[in-house]
């Protein structure tokens, strides 16, 4: 398709090569897309690029804002003990996270797909509800569940004979606990991703499969996951970004104690910028993840390309 | 179109009749010739209290033609302070703040002195208490006027039968309605034992040891009431002195009888505790008992607010006041200052105390005693000895004396109930004392 219109008379007077230059621009494809696309690439600008400009900006003054003070921020934070917990927390919440969702993900997406299309609506439907419902509420509900004096969860494991369990009262339960609740809130839309790839697998790759003795191990191996191997990458590090800079379960389930062991990067840049009134630190803390997660981004996307290019 | 040419005559004479005319008329006062002002209030918790300063702000608005609006903003979730912080980059917003304890501080550099009003304010109110003045004084000035609406003692609410009945302590005699309390006695072994003695009974006291402001309120006090801080009022690192370890003991004692998940508690855990009834005490302003009159009266009844033990170093309790500040920005600081003057008047603030059924606190020495404690019900005097009336204890804020903006720190990180934390879980005490003086060295950057 052309992208430029077909213009028979080339020679005109400069009116008319003008009106005729504007009508060409406005006849392109790009143009117009262009033109459409300018309300949402103007509210980026004055929504993600202006304010991380600007924190970038607040991450190199002093505490009172009133002084230049270069990478001071980041140094004075790598000499703190806490700053480097938070660091090795934010990890383990982020990659736990993000394994055991694509692993629910992938396996749900299987069950969902081998249901027969009349039911699979209903069940596509019933299993994005929890990630429909705003995080905020959903969390809420959990932390009624997980109360340290009231558990609905510890009343029904009582009649066991388990528990009481410190679901947000102890370290290790408390990082369990806000994992599992951004598995439960993410999972779905892994699963979503996995099934519209299963999807797209064509059938007669399982059939050739089939016929040359593969069992259901090797059509997984060998047909499924490097069919889906691109919408994994790319599902992977966008919940990898997600997850490194989730805010609302940590805030609302354990406000990062006890003892600092469930603080990650926005939740501790909340309690240092916003409660601690350090804005500048608050802003270097936040601005920490954004070469990790630069790093992760360059190696997925470069192997997403690489395979685009073989294929 | 013809157009007539005006010569320097005509324009000269014009200019002078107009100018004549604008000097000589009569002044004409519009419905809002003194301008606009606008406010953000803190959203009260008691139902029906935000009326009475919006009653007293439009009936000055009306006597003083000032186009007024009100924006009633809460603190869950932080919107307060979230609002606050986004108030100060921008330059820009409401005129009139209410600052809850150290935002005047953090914002001192973008706040309209108020000395001039604070003069005659208490000199009709009294002085100011000690913390109010630690929280709203920078260099001797005033950076806001002391909002009765939002301050509260975060003492001891008992339950007065539990009490009686597993620690064998009459709080009601102790801190009797309508005279000076009784409370020599009231002392950390004493406290210590009732803890001890309802912790056995399955009626634990409510205290928390979470990173929220009730958990750490209640450290402060009873780390100031063995003389211990981490900071000293002059910057200097004090962590490693006796009254710190003593502190630390006593908690690691204390922590034992109290419920096995304080840990995790926030600020609505102790309100739970004590509604449920499944505590003999909390340390909270009367809201949780207000709440109780609601869903659990027969809790309420047993329900008595009255003062802390006293410590080696005296008797300390937790007072959190707000402040209301004009922004440097404002554009009408003579009417934000009028209005001020008018809302600190003693009837505006008994107004407002009435409507909040008792809660909020004035910060000045001569509205310590109004109707409203001594009539609050059931049981009658339940809030008597609420607002310290007697100056019984020494009313502070944890981390004090250190410089506000070294204490806001040591105070959101949760320092105290960490340390107390860190060393009941078995860590060894001078490990924790170098943990909370490492901390304490980050806080005081600049």
């Not at chain 2, 008018?342 to 910060?363: F, N, Q, R, T, W």
Request: aromatic residues 12%.
């Amino acid at each position: 398709m052309v992208d430029v219109t077909f213009q028979p008379n080339r020679v005109a007077g400069s009116q008319a090569r003008k009106r005729g230059g504007m009508r060409n621009a406005l006849r392109r494809k790009s143009t117009v897309a262009f033109v459409m696309t300018l309300p949402l690439i103007l509210l980026i600008l004055i929504l993600v690029v202006y304010p991380a400009f600007y924190s970038l900006h607040l991450a190199t003054l002093n505490k009172s804002m009133a002084k230049f003070v270069g990478f001071g921020n980041f140094e004075f934070l790598f000499r703190r003990d806490t700053f480097w917990l938070v660091v090795k927390q934010s990890c383990i919440f982020a990659i736990s996270a993000v394994i055991f969702k694509a692993l629910i993900g992938f396996i749900v997406a299987h069950f969902v797909h081998n249901v027969p299309a009349k039911k699979q609506r209903k069940w596509r439907g019933m299993l994005l509800v929890p990630w429909v419902i705003p995080p905020a509420m959903s969390t809420l509900a959990w932390l009624w569940l997980f109360d340290p004096s009231y558990s609905a969860f510890n009343y029904t494991l009582s009649f066991l004979g388990i528990g009481p369990i410190p679901w947000t009262g102890d370290a290790a339960w408390a990082r369990f606990s806000v994992i599992l609740v951004n598995v439960w809130y993410g999972a779905p839309f892994f699963m979503i991703m996995y099934l519209a790839a299963l999807k797209s697998v064509p059938e007669q790759l399982y059939e050739a499969a089939a016929i040359d003795g593969a069992n259901w191990w090797q059509r997984i191996w060998y047909v499924t996951l490097p069919m889906m191997r691109n919408i994994i990458a790319i599902t992977t590090l966008f919940s990898l970004i997600v997850t490194f800079a989730n805010f609302d379960i940590v805030r609302i389930l354990t406000a990062g104690g006890p003892l600092d062991h469930t603080h990650i990067f926005a939740t501790w840049a909340f309690r240092v910028g916003i409660e601690g009134s350090d804005v500048p630190l608050g802003a270097s803390v936040s601005l920490f993840m954004v070469p990790i997660l630069a790093i992760a981004a360059v190696f997925i996307l470069r192997d997403i390309s690489k395979r685009g290019n073989e294929a | 179109m013809s157009r007539k040419k005006l010569s320097r005559r005509e324009f000269v004479a014009a200019t002078a009749l107009t100018s004549a005319a604008l000097i000589t008329a009569p002044y004409v006062r519009g419905a809002y010739a003194a301008g606009k002002l606008s406010m953000a209030f803190w959203d009260h918790w008691v139902p029906g209290a935000n009326k009475a300063s919006e009653e007293l702000v439009k009936a000055w608005a009306e006597k003083e033609k000032v186009e007024v609006t009100i924006d009633y903003v809460p603190s869950q979730g932080n919107k307060n302070i979230l609002t606050i912080a986004a108030e100060a980059q921008a330059k820009s917003g409401h005129d009139i703040f209410a600052m809850p304890t150290w935002w005047c501080h953090s914002n001192s550099e973008q706040l309209e002195r108020v000395d001039d009003i604070m003069g005659p304010i208490i000199a009709e109110n009294g002085a100011a208490n000690g913390t109010v003045q630690y929280l709203g004084q920078l260099d001797g000035k005033w950076l806001g006027v002391p909002a009765s609406v939002g301050s509260q003692i975060k003492g001891p609410c008992s339950r007065i039968d539990l009490m009686k009945k597993h620690a064998n302590i009459d709080v009601q005699e102790m801190y009797p309605a309508g005279s000076p309390p009784k409370a020599d006695n009231w002392t950390f072994d004493t406290f210590l034992k009732a803890a001890e003695a309802c912790h056995k009974a399955g009626v634990p006291f409510g205290i928390g040891l979470g990173e929220t402001s009730d958990s750490v309120d209640t450290a402060g006090a009873i780390f100031q009431s063995f003389g211990a801080q981490l900071v000293d009022a002059k910057g200097n690192l004090t962590v490693k002195t006796d009254a710190v370890r003593q502190s630390l003991e006593f908690y690691k004692k204390l922590i034992a009888f109290l419920p096995p998940d304080a840990a995790a508690w926030d600020d609505s855990s102790n309100n739970k505790w004590l509604v449920s009834g499944k505590g003999a005490m909390i340390m909270n302003p009367p809201s949780a008992w207000a709440v109780a009159k609601r869903d659990a009266p027969q809790v309420a009844e047993q329900c008595w607010t009255h003062g802390f033990p006293a410590g080696p170093k005296g008797r300390f309790a937790p007072y959190l006041p707000y402040f209301w500040s004009i922004w440097n920005f404002s554009k009408n600081k003579e009417a934000a200052k009028s209005l001020l003057v008018h809302l600190s008047k003693p009837a505006s603030i008994e107004k407002m105390c009435v409507a909040s059924g008792g809660y909020d606190l004035p910060a000045y020495e001569k509205l310590t005693t109004l109707k409203v404690w001594q009539e609050e019900a059931p049981p009658k005097g339940t809030l008597y000895h609420y607002p310290n009336p007697y100056k019984h204890q020494t009313l502070s804020i944890a981390a004090s004396p250190a410089p506000p903006k070294v204490a806001q720190q040591i105070y959101f990180q949760a320092t105290l109930t960490k340390m107390c934390l860190r060393y009941y879980q078995g860590e060894a005490m001078e490990k924790t004392l170098a943990w909370a003086e490492g901390e304490c060295e980050g806080f005081m950057r600049s």
